[in-house]
T-cell receptor
Framework: EPEVTQTPSHQVTQMGQEVILRCVPI?????FYWYRQILGQKVEFLVS????????KSEIFDDQFSVERPDGSNFTLKIRSTKLEDSAMYFC????????????FGPGTRLTVL | DQQVKQNSPSLSVQEGRISILNCDYT??????FLWYKKYPAEGPTFLIS?????DKNEDGRFTVFLNKSAKHLSLHIVPSQPGDSAVYFC????????????FGQGTRLTINP
């Protein structure tokens, strides 16, 4: 069964460092998303991506964040200068779009900023 | 801005009985709702969805009911099994735009043998 994969599973970084979180969405899906979940809180939408551009972004997704689809399979989230409050689980998701709304999530990357 | 709320942080049910998980929403613009199940250290797993134009959708042991006038939906699991123990999230979405999902806080379901 096709699935969304994410690497690494756990990333530890120092405050102020750049991190790149990687995702491989399901191959025939057209919409890609990043969400995050701070420990004990809700899963929050960060950004959606369609047709090689950002469709929508939340207030959380400020200038420190960027997304990219560098090739036909990978979808990345970059945080330029990490802050302590960026520590969270980051989930990538994808959906077929075109009237199919179910989003399928990856296993997540746990980001720890020290 | 709590557009989707799950007011019960936890629920404990005996194996074989019915589990009922509840969700309320404030945004009447949602076009569809989804339920996800999440185990620790894993991503949310899609369970079942319902369009806002329907009031019920069933898939095996899982049934979702939507009451638009009350802005309330519920997930029924029957019979409950030990493997159902997990955190359950409801989420609302809009067809227009980026189809982002708005999640509730989650309810931890524990199935007791």
């Amino acid at each position: 069964e096709p699935e969304v994969t994410q690497t690494p599973s756990h990333q530890v970084t120092q405050m102020g460092q750049e991190v790149i979180l990687r995702c491989v969405p399901i191959s025939n899906h057209l919409y890609f998303y990043w969400y995050r979940q701070i420990l004990g809180q809700k899963v929050e939408f960060l950004v959606s991506f369609y047709n090689n551009e950002i469709s929508e972004k939340s207030e959380i997704f400020d200038d420190q964040f960027s997304v990219e689809r560098p090739d036909g399979s990978n979808f990345t989230l970059k945080i330029r200068s990490t802050k302590l409050e960026d520590s969270a689980m980051y989930f990538c998701a994808s959906s077929e779009g075109l009237g199919v709304y179910e989003q399928f999530f990856g296993p997540g990357t746990r980001l720890t900023v020290l | 801005d709590q557009q989707v709320k799950q007011n019960s942080p936890s629920l404990s049910v005996q194996e074989g009985r019915i589990s009922i998980l509840n969700c309320d929403y404030t945004n009447s613009m949602f076009d569809y709702f989804l339920w996800y199940k999440k185990y620790p250290a894993e991503g949310p797993t899609f369970l079942i969805s319902i369009s806002s134009i329907k009031d019920k959708n069933e898939d095996g042991r899982f049934t979702v009911f939507l009451n638009k006038s009350a802005k309330h939906l519920s997930l029924h699991i029957v019979p409950s099994q030990p493997g159902d123990s997990a955190v359950y999230f409801c989420a609302g979405g809009l067809i227009q735009g980026a189809q982002k999902l708005v999640f509730g806080q989650g309810t931890r379901l524990t199935i007791n043998p």
